[in-house]
T-cell receptor, first 110, second 111 residues
C-alpha cells in the first residue's frame, strides 16, 4: 500500500548525541518535507526537497540537516542533540493533488 | 511574508453545539486543503477545495472556499467528542507555489 513511514515513533536520547530520523514514502512523490511541531501548536517547515539531490531550508531555522539521495528516502540528522530539540518531527510528501503526513517521531532530549 | 491565519486559535464548545473555524491568507491560493490532527497524532487530510466559491460537505462538516480564493471556512454542525483536535487549513500559494499551513484552531468538545 502506498504510504509514508517514519521511524522511530518515539526516541529519548542524551544531550550531545547524533541522531537520524528516518522517512520513506512509496508513493513516488518528488516533493518531501520535514516539519517541527510542539504539542497543539503550529507546524513549522524546517526542510524540504523537490527531488533527488535537491534540499532547501524551510521557514524555521533548524540545526538539523537533510539529504535526498533517493526519491523515496528523506532522512533528517541532528549532529548534536540538545534539550531545545525536544519536539515532534513530522515528515510529509506531496503529489499533484495530495499531501500526506507520516505518523511522526516524538523526540525527547534529556 | 506569506501568512495563513486561522481564527479562533482555541474553541471550547458543549457537545451538540456548532463550531466554525476561519482561514485567511495574505495571498491568493490556487487551492485549499483541510486537515484534522488528533491530540498526539499527525495531520490527516480531510478535503480539498479548488474552485472559487466552492462548497463541499462531509456529513456534519461543511467547507467553503472564498470567492477571492484567499479565505476558507470549516463548519461543524452538532459537535461530538470525536471532533476534538486541531484543524489546519493549507494551500498552494498561486505566486510562489509554496505550500503554506494555517496556524490551526484547537477544538475541545465538552460532554
Amino acid at each position: 500500500e502506498a504510504d509514508i513511514y517514519q521511524t522511530p515513533r518515539y526516541l529519548v536520547i542524551g544531550t550531545g548525541k547524533k541522531i537520524t530520523l528516518e522517512c520513506s514514502q512509496t508513493m513516488g512523490h518528488d516533493k518531501m518535507y520535514w516539519y517541527q511541531q510542539d504539542p497543539g501548536m503550529e507546524l513549522h517547515l524546517i526542510h524540504y526537497s523537490y527531488g533527488v539531490n535537491s534540499t532547501e531550508k524551510g521557514d524555521l531555522s533548524s540545526e538539523s540537516t537533510v539529504s535526498r539521495i533517493r526519491t523515496e528516502h528523506f532522512p533528517l540528522t541532528l549532529e548534536s542533540a540538545r534539550p531545545s530539540h525536544t519536539s515532534q518531527y513530522l515528515c510529509a510528501s506531496s503529489g499533484p493533488t495530495d499531501y500526506t503526513f507520516g505518523s511522526g517521531t516524538r523526540l525527547t532530549v534529556v | 511574508g506569506q501568512q495563513v491565519m486561522q481564527i479562533p486559535q482555541y474553541q471550547h464548545v458543549q457537545e451538540g453545539e456548532d463550531f466554525t473555524t476561519y482561514c485567511n491568507s495574505s495571498t491568493t491560493l490556487s487551492n485549499i486543503q483541510w486537515y484534522k490532527q488528533r491530540p498526539g497524532g499527525h495531520p490527516v487530510f480531510l478535503i480539498q477545495l479548488v474552485k472559487s466559491g466552492e462548497v463541499k460537505k462531509q456529513k456534519r462538516l461543511t467547507f467553503q472556499f472564498g470567492e477571492a480564493k484567499k479565505n476558507s471556512s470549516l463548519h461543524i454542525t452538532a459537535t461530538q467528542t470525536t471532533d476534538v483536535g486541531t484543524y489546519f487549513c493549507a494551500g498552494w500559494d498561486s505566486g510562489t507555489y509554496k505550500y503554506i499551513f494555517g496556524t490551526g484552531t484547537r477544538l475541545k468538545v465538552l460532554a
